[in-house]
């Protein structure tokens, strides 16, 4: 094998650092980048930013326009009970997105307005990052088991459990499931059916 010499040895050793920092800066750059710094962290693929982005970004599409959503004149007690089922049924189907950032928004204000919540959380995610990192350097076994992903959250549950039932994380839960469907079955029910859903419910057959 011809070993480069002088300056040609210099021109391809420099050639070549270019290229290791240019796919170095392209891997760190945009969703790449983002993935391939959570792999430096040693976090498990499956959290990924990138699969949480994407799913953000499938639900935003489908988002209805939140004028026509709250819109006050479409408004209006339904008739009788199956009336009422219909347009649960409809809504949800047709609002689903607009329900879940509803339902993503509680939980953040849930989490924001209890400093003793942020607190649990923050005890639970060190304790699965810490947890994580140990099983990197080397195999966590416990009865005789390897500790898989699902393993170790249940572990740092465990841990931060007390945390949580001093946080009152319990209330919190059925506060954020109460609210939840009190906001989204309210609009379900009174929110009335578009003409085109209307029509679809007239041509069903019976």
Not at 58 to 79: E, G, H, L, T, Y
Not at 96 to 122: D, E, K, R, V
Not at 175 to 189: K, Y
Request: neutral net charge; aromatic residues 10%.
């Amino acid at each position: 094998m011809q070993v480069p010499k002088g300056e040609n040895c210099q021109v391809d050793m420099e050639s070549k650092a270019g290229d290791v920092f240019g796919a170095e800066d392209a891997r760190l750059t945009g969703t790449a980048g983002v993935t391939g710094i959570l792999a430096k962290l040693g976090l498990p693929k499956g959290f990924s930013a990138s699969v949480a982005k994407e799913w953000l970004d499938r639900r935003r599409v489908s988002i209805r326009p939140w004028a026509s959503f709250a819109d006050q004149r479409k408004f209006s007690k339904p008739r009788n009970f199956g009336e009422m089922c219909q347009r649960v049924v409809k809504n949800v189907d047709t609002y689903n997105s607009n329900y879940t950032f509803i339902f993503l928004g509680l939980i953040l204000y849930c989490i924001i307005s209890s400093p003793m919540l942020l607190i649990a959380l923050a005890v639970f995610v060190g304790a699965f990052y810490i947890i994580h990192l140990k099983s990197l350097e080397s195999k966590l076994v416990i009865f005789g088991k390897e500790l898989t992903v699902p393993h170790q959250m249940s572990l740092a549950g465990g841990i931060s459990l007390p945390v949580f039932w001093l946080a009152g994380a319990g209330a919190a839960v059925f506060w954020v499931l109460g609210a939840t469907l009190f906001v989204i079955g309210s609009h379900a029910a009174f929110r009335e059916l578009e003409n085109s859903e209307m029509e679809e419910l007239l041509m069903e057959p019976v």
